[in-house]
């Protein structure tokens, strides 16, 4: 039997400006000469005003994200971050979102200051996959088509939207396969059942299944089948693959589990929702994280790790999920 536990993030929402809950406020922040005080006097900075979106991330929980990943690091094998690192795909947000990822600090996870933070002190692999946020091209949301994203992460090999990484242990081997299905242009949004406020929802909000993209994930499959006789397939994508409403919506997404379902692949990781889920479909579980730090869902951040037992072909999945606590800054190991 041979064990790999996953430290399964999504939904950071990084952006230049912190703490972040609506466009107005993060618009108002870019004239200079406006306090703190002003800003909230024009737009209060609460869950009510978020559907004026996209947030940005609660500090706190972003601080306490790099405070767990370093002190438990020694009870994980590697970080998965299933999209939505940043908040929009400009080359500021991107670039934070990068920093927290891969930079380093002299004290541990943190500068010495305290107000610079990153997952590099716990020195594991850290695998990313962008979500449709990563692919806004301004500050007001702009619809897909940043590639800021490809620029500074650097993830994806020449055109394909499909990468993979294989960890291996004595007695065993995963291979975790990335594939990003973010919109590629405004109209590939399917229209037939929005209009007005939703189209633009789902201009914003949804994936879909392209066949190129859903071509070259089936084929990387097989090639890390090939190479690696007896692995573990993992798919790691943003968007849920099951029933989430109109303006989330990931297009198509019966093709994907077909596909899956086609090649046994048993386990999939997303995020997108914000909201915790446990699915099984047809065999096939599927783990959606909710948001670790985004700011309009404090306080109920959550992070994940998912416990892959696997013994002569069969594989036995166990969850933990940690809770964020406000009063204190501490991710805490919650019952669902």
Same mark, same amino acid.
């Given at each position: 039997?041979?064990?790999?536990?996953?430290?399964?993030?999504?939904?950071?929402?990084?952006?230049?400006?912190?703490?972040? *809950?609506?466009?107005? #406020?993060?618009?108002?922040?870019?004239?200079?000469?406006?306090?703190?005080?002003?800003?909230?006097?024009?737009?209060?900075?609460?869950?009510?005003?978020?559907?004026?979106?996209?947030?940005?991330?609660?500090?706190?929980?972003?601080?306490?994200?790099?405070?767990?990943?370093?002190?438990?690091?020694? @009870?994980y094998d590697a970080v998965i971050v299933t999209g939505d690192l940043a908040t929009t795909g400009r080359r500021a947000d991107i670039q934070f979102a990068s920093d927290f990822i891969s930079k380093r600090y002299s004290e541990s996870f943190f500068d010495f200051t305290g107000?610079?933070?990153?997952?590099?002190?716990?020195?594991? =692999?850290?695998?990313?996959?962008?979500?449709?946020?990563?692919?806004?091209?301004? *500050? +007001?949301?702009?619809?897909?088509?940043?590639?800021?994203?490809?620029?500074?992460?650097?993830?994806?090999?020449?055109?394909?939207?499909?990468?993979?990484?294989?960890?291996?242990?004595?007695?065993?081997?995963?291979?975790?396969?990335?594939?990003?299905?973010?919109?590629?242009?405004?109209?590939?949004?399917?229209?037939?059942?929005?209009?007005? !406020?939703? /189209? +633009?929802?789902?201009?914003?909000?949804?994936?879909?299944?392209?066949?190129?993209?859903?071509?070259?994930?089936? !084929?990387?499959? *097989?090639?890390?089948?090939?190479?690696?006789?007896?692995?573990?397939?993992?798919?790691?994508?943003?968007?849920?693959?099951? =029933?989430? %409403?109109?303006?989330?919506?990931?297009?198509?997404?019966?093709?994907?589990?077909?596909?899956?379902?086609?090649? @046994?692949?048993?386990? +999939?990781?997303? %995020? #997108? *929702?914000?909201?915790?889920? /446990?699915?099984?479909?047809?065999?096939? #579980?599927?783990?959606?994280?909710?948001? !670790?730090?985004? @700011?309009?869902?404090?306080?109920?951040?959550? /992070?994940?790790?998912?416990?892959?037992? /696997?013994?002569?072909?069969?594989?036995?999945?166990?969850?933990?999920?940690?809770?964020?606590?406000?009063?204190? %800054?501490?991710?805490?190991? #919650?019952?669902?």
């Open positions: 039997m041979v064990r790999f536990r996953l430290l399964h993030l999504s939904d950071f929402h990084f952006g230049r400006n912190a703490d972040v *809950t609506n466009l107005i #406020h993060r618009a108002a922040l870019n004239f200079e000469g406006i306090s703190d005080v002003d800003i909230d006097k024009l737009v209060p900075r609460s869950p009510k005003q978020s559907l004026i979106k996209p947030t940005s991330h609660d500090t706190l929980a972003a601080f306490g994200v790099a405070k767990f990943c370093y002190e438990q690091k020694d @009870n107000t610079k933070y990153s997952l590099a002190g716990n020195e594991k =692999d850290c695998f990313v996959i962008p979500g449709n946020h990563d692919r806004y091209t301004s *500050t +007001l949301g702009g619809g897909p088509g940043s590639v800021e994203f490809d620029n500074i992460f650097k993830i994806f090999p020449g055109a394909s939207r499909v990468y993979s990484k294989i960890l291996r242990k004595k007695g065993g081997s995963c291979g975790l396969v990335f594939a990003d299905f973010s919109l590629k242009k405004r109209r590939d949004v399917k229209t037939a059942q929005l209009a007005g !406020a939703e /189209l +633009l929802k789902g201009i914003f909000g949804r994936g879909n299944v392209y066949n190129d993209v859903l071509s070259d994930l089936k !084929a990387e499959t *097989t090639r890390l089948r090939h190479v690696e006789p007896g692995v573990c397939i993992i798919w790691a994508i943003h968007f849920a693959p099951y =029933d989430v %409403g109109d303006s989330l919506e990931f297009q198509d997404y019966p093709k994907l589990l077909a596909a899956a379902k086609e090649l @046994n692949v048993r386990l +999939l990781l997303c %995020g #997108h *929702t914000h909201t915790r889920s /446990l699915q099984n479909w047809d065999g096939i #579980h599927i783990v959606c994280a909710g948001t !670790a730090c985004a @700011n309009d869902e404090n306080p109920t951040h959550l /992070l994940h790790i998912v416990d892959i037992r /696997l013994d002569q072909g069969r594989m036995k999945l166990k969850h933990e999920d940690y809770l964020f606590s406000p009063d204190d %800054g501490e991710f805490r190991r #919650h019952k669902s």
